[in-house]
């Protein structure tokens, strides 16, 4: 069956024409998308997804808007987990563990950054709401799914292989979020709304969700007008506990007198830090989509949109940490303590108490509360003019914006103070123990990045072709260009530092938490005075403490009773002491901006033969790629930055343009009537993260002198870094045995020549070196080569296969199930960052003409997460139960009762065997929802 593309209009397609060869190319929906159908239970709806499934010539699998409905999905995510091949993670890979709600997509056992995001066949722009997901590393391509409420989808299709009329990007696939247009629906007035709550049981808060549609069209069917609105609460707690990174290495700099004193500890690593960690969050999501649709004749179809999402997303988090630090422990005696060597060969001290002749720090609390959001929307314009029976041209352009902002991280950190301190690594299913003898705590510290605001904006404009030849094999011939910018980039972001109130002037020194503030207040006739101490620098009282069943379900034995003080009470105390001045606190350092032109051409053959279709075609893409960060300047240097407290800086950028030629072939064969097979071979192209790109650099220049050649160290970012390139092949036969019935299998081979992975990398930096030949002489500016460690290119493979099942059984009963094995790893043999080995979907249901029933389990295996803290870690395998109840008063009302994380799953993450690196409970969620429709 041939793929048709949706309508563009006569107007947009000369102004694009017109106005520059940045054009835009996505097909639009096909004919057996069916458009007009109303689906109304879940077995028409499994019947509707699989007739996608089953007439298409590509490997796509589909899920409709009754499917979405049928389950508690309350982001588009949640959905996709049912589909063979797709993984969902419930983070990004900037560190902020896991939480309840999904939040990634990616497929077949990769990194989310590798699966393309579309909403109505365009990309869309991203936000993030963490501050390490906003400028930390690995930050990518991928969308943060908690921004796309269910409620806006018509239906999710997954592509699994390319083809040249589609946009590049997607090395695994596509996800292409299709949402309603106001000429497909039954009635020309159409409204329906959705009231409910949410009932959290670890906050144990309930919150309100609301949301709207409201449809027009003419009973011409030429014009159509759609709104729709979402206003949605949650509560979250996340109680956790954490063993943050394993870098440190007892020996003879590290740690000297422990390890004279104790030979056998030199070589051990500890962890460097161990915590109870609270997260709480209040989290309102709110936005809307507009479209109006117009069709005055049969030839000619224009749709405008115009969507927007944004989620407050304020957090509060506090750690209450043990130290095992070597530089804190040099000073110990240990006592009671058990090293273990784990399969790698490393050894790691799991257990140990150690004591202090007088109360020392032990430990640190950090206190952070942030205010904190992320959005994403877009404007649209797409259209079809049919020219004759043969021609059809499509056009489509837009712009999307997405921003992810921490306006503010009050902190404080307090010193943990003790005598005695002991901790215990109790595996990677419980949680470590860990403990202070009459722990007190006094100011030690402030930190936080402020104003932390990262943009991401991408604009587009299409034309595609579409000529019915019908000579021989060849049906239809397709061609199109495609434009597009997309830019990534971060406002001046600012690091808080020892300060004082508005209005009083920060004199000089730094924090000494036992004199006088160094601030002035106002004193006699016109003088100033030095503050007092308790004005500023005393600590609020702690006004909160942990809830009593903190902790529960993770293990035992660490601290649970921890008093806080309150947000309001902690952004009061940083206004106090703290200066947030945007010149003298810019932190230059940590901003990056990335630019990519990219233009595209492409030309497909449709074909179709007896008992069979397909298509081959080729796709050519020029990238135009232009990075920028600062640095420290040099002393020649005229500095970009001046007046910072962090030194000077210096803008550098770097350039990269390249072109690929990626060729793609499918067919499809009807082997039987009940039996369809698929063979596809493509080429892709995935461009690199973009602060894998910032030019950023850390460089330690120790030893390096003008009259030698040494080679230097430190870390940097890698602005020549070549996107992913990969050859794939995906092959898979699906027997359809019966009406809303299916059983298929197939293989899948990803053959990446440049992967992006962390590594080490020679590159040539200007630094100042000194002459050692010349006595007195000044440091002068030379170019050396230093090996830094960052991200790098590699081969890298991932192999793997799929089956899925699925089938209604008797009295209104239906079962589905489905497995995927996916093994990457690069060409040194390390696994791949997103790999997930296995993962399967279980799942049931019932429906009746007034109840249905649903219930699934999703289990994904171990997953390399990423670096954090210098540690590279993994979440453990992990299922999750949802299930959802519905009944139908009639046509007009219906009532259901979704859960989700039903079995309150934890989330296990580890180093190795021996070391952990959390466990958090995030508990279950319970979403009570009325619909109503007019």
């Not at 490997?59 to 409709?64: K, L, Q, R, T, W």
């Not at 959905?79 to 999904?102: H, M």
């Not at 081959?616 to 893409?621: E, S, T």
């Not at 550098?652 to 343009?657: F, V």
Request: some cysteine.
């Amino acid at each position: 069956m041939k793929v048709k593309q949706t309508p563009i209009s006569q107007a947009v397609l000369i102004a694009l024409l017109g106005a520059s060869s940045t054009t835009f190319a996505q097909q639009a929906p096909t004919p057996q998308q069916l458009d007009t159908v109303t689906i109304t239970g879940i077995r028409a709806s499994q019947e509707k997804s699989l007739s996608v499934k089953r007439n298409a010539d590509a490997h796509i699998d589909v899920i409709s808007a009754e499917d979405i409905g049928k389950m508690p999905d309350k982001n588009v995510a949640d959905s996709l987990a049912r589909i063979p091949g797709v993984t969902v993670l419930n983070s990004p890979a900037g560190g902020s563990g896991g939480f309840d709600e999904r939040d990634r997509v990616g497929l077949r056992g990769t990194n989310p950054s590798l699966t393309q995001t579309l909403v109505d066949g365009h990309g869309i722009a991203n936000g993030d709401w963490f501050v390490l997901d906003q400028t930390g590393a690995g930050v990518g391509r991928s969308v943060s799914f908690s921004l796309l409420p269910s409620e806006l989808v018509s239906r999710v299709e997954v592509r699994k292989s390319s083809e040249a009329s589609l946009v590049e990007g997607g090395t695994a696939g596509s996800v292409n979020i299709i949402t309603r247009r106001p000429l497909d629906f039954a009635k020309s007035l159409t409204a329906e709304v959705g009231v409910g709550a949410v009932y959290a049981d670890l906050p144990k808060k309930t919150d309100p969700q609301l949301s709207a549609l409201l449809n027009f069209r003419n009973e011409a069917r030429t014009f159509g007008l759609m709104v729709q609105a979402f206003s949605e609460q949650r509560s979250l707690r996340r109680d956790g506990v954490e063993a943050l990174g394993y870098i440190n290495k007892l020996d003879a700099t590290t740690a000297p007198a422990l390890v004279a004193a104790r030979p056998d500890l030199n070589g051990v690593f500890t962890p460097d830090l161990i915590g109870s960690a609270l997260f709480t969050q209040e989290r309102e999501r709110k936005g809307g989509l507009i479209r109006a649709q117009i069709k005055p004749n049969a030839n000619f179809d224009t749709v405008l949109t115009a969507f927007s999402s944004k989620m407050e997303a304020d957090n509060y988090n506090r750690n209450y940490l043990m130290a095992p630090r070597g530089g804190l422990l040099n000073t110990a005696t240990i006592s009671d303590y058990e090293v273990k060597t784990d399969s790698n060969g490393n050894k790691t001290l799991t257990k140990a108490t150690f004591n202090w002749a007088t109360p020392s720090t032990a430990g640190y609390y950090d206190l952070i509360s942030r205010k904190a959001s992320a959005e994403t929307g877009f404007v649209s314009v797409d259209s079809r003019l049919k020219v004759s029976d043969a021609l059809t041209f499509t056009a489509n352009a837009g712009t999307s914006r997405g921003k992810g902002k921490t306006l503010s991280q009050d902190v404080v950190e307090l010193a943990i103070v003790s005598s005695r301190a002991s901790y215990s690594l109790n595996g990677t299913d419980t949680a470590p123990s860990f403990s202070f003898t009459n722990p007190t705590t006094r100011a030690d510290w402030i930190f936080g990045a402020q104003n932390v605001v990262v943009h991401d904006k991408e604009s587009w404009a299409q034309i595609d072709g579409e000529y019915d030849l019908d000579v021989g094999v060849l049906k239809t011939l397709k061609f199109g260009v495609r434009g597009a910018q997309h830019k990534r980039y971060t406002d001046p972001i600012v690091a808080q530092g020892p300060g004082c109130a508005s209005g009083t002037p920060y004199r000089a020194g730094a924090f000494d938490w036992s004199q006088p503030s160094a601030c002035s207040v106002a004193g006699p006739n016109g003088t100033t005075v030095d503050a007092p101490q308790n004005s500023f620098y005393t600590l609020p009282a702690f006004g909160g403490s942990y809830p009593s069943n903190f902790g529960s379900g993770l293990g035992s034995g660490f601290p649970t009773n921890i008093p806080f003080i309150t947000a309001e009470a902690l952004a009061d105390y940083n206004r106090r002491v703290t200066t947030r001045d945007p010149v003298t606190r810019r932190w230059a350092e940590q901003e990056y901006s990335v630019k990519e032109n990219s233009t595209a051409a492409y030309v497909q053959g449709d074909l179709m033969g007896d008992g069979w279709s397909g298509n081959v075609g080729l796709r050519a893409v020029r990238t135009k790629q232009s990075s920028s960060s600062f640095r420290a300047s040099l002393a020649s240097e005229t500095p970009t930055i001046t007046g910072s407290a962090f030194g000077n800086y210096t803008v550098t950028s770097s350039d990269l343009t390249y072109t690929d030629w990626l060729p793609s072939a499918s067919v499809r064969i009807d082997l039987r009537s009940d039996i369809v097979a698929r063979l596809a071979v493509n080429r892709t192209v995935t461009r690199a993260d973009y602060t894998a790109l910032s030019g950023y650099t850390a460089l330690n220049s120790t030893g390096m002198f003008l009259d030698n050649t040494v080679v230097g160290g430190g870390t940097a970012g890698n602005p020549k870094l070549k996107p992913v390139r990969s050859t794939n092949f995906d092959g898979n036969i699906e027997w359809y045995f019966a009406p809303r019935a299916f059983v298929s299998a197939g293989a899948f081979l990803m053959d990446m020549s440049s992967y992006i992975t962390d590594g080490t990398f020679r590159a040539n930096y200007p630094v100042l070196l000194i002459n050692t030949n010349q006595v007195g002489g000044n440091p002068q500016l030379a170019n050396r080569d230093f090996l830094v460690t960052g991200p790098v290119n590699k081969k890298a493979r991932v192999k793997g296969v799929e089956f899925a099942f699925e089938t209604p059984i008797a009295a209104n009963f239906g079962v589905m199930a489905n497995y995927t094995y996916a093994d990457g790893e690069d060409e040194t043999g390390d696994v791949l960052r997103g790999n997930v080995k296995n993962s399967f979907t279980l799942g049931g249901f019932f429906e009746n003409e007034r109840f249905s029933a649903r219930v699934n389990y999703s289990y994904t295996d171990d997953i390399f997460v990423g670096n954090d803290r210098g540690t590279k870690y993994f979440q453990k395998g992990t299922g999750v139960l949802s299930a959802s109840l519905g009944y139908k008063f009639s046509e007009s009302f219906s009532v259901s009762l979704d859960g989700q994380n039903l079995n309150d799953p934890k989330l296990k993450y580890y180093a190795s065997e021996l070391q952990p690196r959390a466990i958090y409970r995030n508990g279950s969620q319970y979403y009570l929802t009325a619909r109503v429709k007019f």
